[in-house]
């Protein structure tokens, strides 16, 4: 089992920066694939950004590329979200995923095993 949890949301302003972590422990090592996912209000969840554990490949949806940075630490077994040029529409729950075997589709919900909790961010205008 593989436990993540997320931390680094609030309430920014538009135009401003945040960063995001999310801390997995337990069976690290069976990680193939981190990502970032999130959920707008009264929206289905979303995939933000993937990252592959041994290569650091980066995979980013269109309405973040330019102005988000996935990366990951293997040391601290940490995946980070850097979210720069924030807009009200980036305003989600934001949660960290990861999983077992890389498959090439980072972008479904359904192929990641372990999910965090989520954290807030919410962009004001």
């Known amino acids: 089992q593989v436990q993540l949890v997320e931390s680094g949301g609030g309430l920014v302003q538009a135009g401003d920066s945040l960063r995001l972590s999310c801390a997995a422990s337990g069976r690290t090592f069976s990680i193939a694939t981190m990502a970032w996912f999130r959920q707008p209000p009264g929206k289905e969840r979303e995939f933000v950004a993937a990252?592959?554990?041994?290569?650091?490949?980066?995979y980013y949806a269109d309405s973040v590329k330019g102005r988000f940075t996935i990366s990951r630490d293997n040391g601290k077994n940490a995946a980070y979200l850097q979210m720069n040029s924030l807009k009200p529409e980036d305003t989600a729950n934001y949660y960290c995923?990861?999983?077992?075997?890389?498959?090439?589709?980072?972008?479904?919900?359904?192929?990641?095993?372990?999910w965090g909790q989520g954290t807030q961010v919410t962009v004001s205008s």
């Open positions: 990252i592959r554990w041994n290569s650091g490949n980066t």
């Open positions: 995923a990861a999983d077992r075997l890389y498959t090439g589709r980072y972008a479904l919900q359904g192929v990641y095993d372990y």
